[in-house]
């Protein structure tokens, strides 16, 4: 008689034991995290994040070197064996918001907070440190470990890189691993796909300049509001009968600004806004488009037209044959029931395609939806009110260390 045929892929035996030496390392992962959640810090410059992790480091058999331009940390562990290098990273910048989860560990710095995770990226980079630190006798080759600043938007990972971290161990890596908490999945699941996993990101704004008069005689002015207005739709338009079906893009026009009165025709009014898309091409071909619109509508209405679009984080890029065997180290390492294929790439940006652009390797999503919440219920990273289960990031250290110890084995 044959059992049930839905019960989860058991863990390797060649990874026995990794995820057990995760959960061993938890009191230490959960209290690091606590201390950043404590004391966030914004930007290239993070001082005291920067000091815990060295801090958390301390002892291990690691090479350790301090950025010029920011406060990044870079950590080389050498295996008792010679062979290549590579890479696992850790973003470590928390966000401008006022913290509201009621936690008692919650933000000490007003204004500031862990919202998106990175709390919890750098505990688990720092215990898969101690982790293969204690089995660096089975490694054939170089980890780097790569504590960077500045992902939400400081282009930190692209500081590092010009700062030589790709190369730290003396040769250049031949793959790079990095992990993403969010609230889209249960606590634990690992998800990736190969291939587009998130978005490009660029920012515009288009200032339409016309001329101001009296709101009762809108006939003696040229009155910027409705060109600014039509843009608005225009570019919409432009993404439906522009832009392919099958090449996913986005604008959002976020921000107006025109005006100071209701009597008052303003001489000015401006638009702001991002500008995502799934393939370089695309977001070459929209990138372009923008201006197109916008000055044609201008002129058309009589207004001057400048438009900016301020360049922000490419496409990022899984590698096929990393990123499926990511999923099989999951499925190995966690089991099968927390190893997801992702059906869709996030049409947020990470500067982790900067590396991902260099270096063939792979970017993963790990659930971390408290059990007691519902998924459509949990409040998404970038709210101040965002709650992630910390017994995942177990599951995240033994991802970072399989994903080692299987590529220097």
């Given at each position: 008689?044959?059992?049930?045929?839905?019960?989860?892929?058991?863990?390797?035996?060649?990874?026995a034991?990794?995820?057990?030496?995760?959960k061993?390392?938890?009191?230490?992962?959960?209290?690091?995290?606590?201390?950043?959640?404590?004391?966030?810090?914004?930007?290239?410059?993070?001082?005291?994040?920067?000091?815990?992790?060295?801090?958390?480091?301390?002892?291990?058999?690691?090479?350790?070197?301090?950025?010029?331009?920011t406060?990044?940390?870079?950590?080389?562990?050498?295996?008792?064996?010679?062979?290549?290098a590579?890479?696992?990273?850790?973003?470590?910048?928390?966000?401008?918001?006022?913290?509201?989860?009621?936690?008692?560990?919650?933000?000490?710095?007003?204004?500031?907070?862990?919202a998106?995770?990175?709390?919890?990226?750098?505990?688990?980079?720092?215990?898969?440190?101690?982790?293969?630190?204690?089995?660096?006798?089975?490694?054939?080759?170089?980890?780097?470990?790569?504590?960077?600043?500045?992902?939400?938007?400081?282009?930190?990972?692209?500081?590092?890189?010009?700062?030589?971290?790709?190369?730290?161990a003396?040769?250049?890596?031949?793959?790079?691993?990095?992990?993403?908490i969010?609230?889209?999945?249960?606590?634990?699941?690992?998800?990736?796909?190969?291939?587009?996993?998130?978005?490009?990101?660029?920012?515009?704004?288009?200032?339409?300049?016309?001329?101001?008069?009296?709101g009762?005689?809108?006939?003696?002015?040229?009155?910027?509001?409705?060109?600014?207005?039509?843009?608005?739709?225009?570019?919409?338009?432009?993404?439906?009968?522009?832009?392919?079906?099958?090449?996913?893009?986005?604008?959002?026009?976020?921000?107006?600004?025109?005006?100071?009165?209701t009597?008052?025709?303003?001489?000015?009014?401006?638009?702001?806004?991002?500008?995502?898309?799934?393939?370089?091409?695309?977001?070459?071909?929209?990138?372009?488009?923008?201006?197109?619109?916008?000055?044609?509508?201008?002129t058309?209405?009589?207004?001057?037209?400048?438009?900016?679009?301020?360049?922000?984080?490419?496409?990022?890029?899984?590698?096929?044959?990393?990123?499926?065997?990511?999923?099989?180290?999951?499925?190995?390492?966690?089991?099968?029931?927390?190893?997801?294929?992702?059906?869709?790439?996030?049409?947020?940006?990470?500067?982790?395609?900067?590396?991902?652009?260099?270096?063939?390797?792979?970017?993963?999503?790990?659930?971390?939806?408290?059990?007691?919440?519902?998924?459509?219920?949990?409040?998404?990273?970038?709210?101040?009110?965002?709650?992630?289960?910390?017994?995942?990031?177990?599951?995240?250290?033994?991802?970072h260390?399989?994903?080692?110890?299987?590529?220097?084995?």
């Amino acid at each position: 008689m044959t059992g049930p045929t839905d019960l989860p892929t058991l863990p390797d035996a060649r990874f026995a034991g990794l995820l057990d030496e995760a959960k061993a390392l938890q009191d230490q992962t959960v209290a690091l995290r606590r201390e950043l959640h404590r004391h966030p810090e914004e930007g290239l410059e993070l001082p005291l994040t920067q000091a815990a992790i060295l801090k958390a480091l301390d002892g291990l058999p690691l090479e350790i070197t301090l950025g010029k331009a920011t406060t990044s940390v870079t950590a080389v562990l050498r295996g008792a064996k010679p062979g290549p290098a590579i890479l696992l990273r850790g973003d470590m910048d928390a966000l401008p918001l006022q913290e509201d989860t009621g936690l008692e560990f919650a933000s000490e710095t007003d204004g500031t907070m862990h919202a998106c995770g990175h709390d919890t990226h750098v505990a688990m980079l720092a215990s898969a440190a101690k982790l293969l630190s204690a089995h660096v006798e089975e490694l054939a080759g170089s980890v780097v470990f790569m504590f960077q600043p500045g992902e939400e938007g400081y282009h930190g990972a692209r500081h590092m890189i010009h700062e030589g971290v790709l190369d730290a161990a003396g040769t250049r890596v031949e793959k790079v691993f990095g992990i993403h908490i969010y609230n889209e999945a249960h606590a634990g699941v690992l998800r990736t796909r190969p291939g587009t996993i998130m978005a490009s990101a660029d920012s515009f704004a288009v200032w339409v300049t016309g001329k101001g008069g009296h709101g009762s005689a809108p006939h003696q002015a040229i009155d910027p509001v409705p060109a600014a207005a039509e843009m608005v739709g225009a570019l919409q338009t432009m993404i439906t009968r522009r832009v392919s079906v099958f090449e996913p893009a986005v604008v959002s026009v976020t921000k107006i600004t025109a005006g100071t009165t209701t009597n008052i025709i303003p001489e000015t009014a401006e638009l702001e806004g991002t500008i995502r898309a799934l393939s370089e091409k695309t977001r070459a071909l929209v990138r372009a488009e923008i201006p197109k619109v916008c000055e044609a509508i201008g002129t058309a209405h009589g207004c001057r037209v400048a438009v900016e679009i301020t360049p922000g984080y490419p496409v990022t890029v899984n590698n096929d044959k990393v990123a499926a065997h990511v999923l099989t180290l999951a499925a190995e390492v966690l089991g099968g029931a927390n190893a997801e294929l992702m059906a869709n790439p996030v049409m947020g940006a990470e500067d982790f395609s900067y590396l991902l652009q260099r270096v063939p390797g792979a970017f993963a999503f790990l659930g971390g939806c408290p059990p007691e919440i519902d998924l459509a219920d949990a409040a998404p990273n970038h709210s101040n009110r965002v709650l992630f289960d910390e017994a995942a990031m177990a599951n995240g250290v033994a991802m970072h260390a399989a994903f080692a110890l299987d590529a220097l084995r």
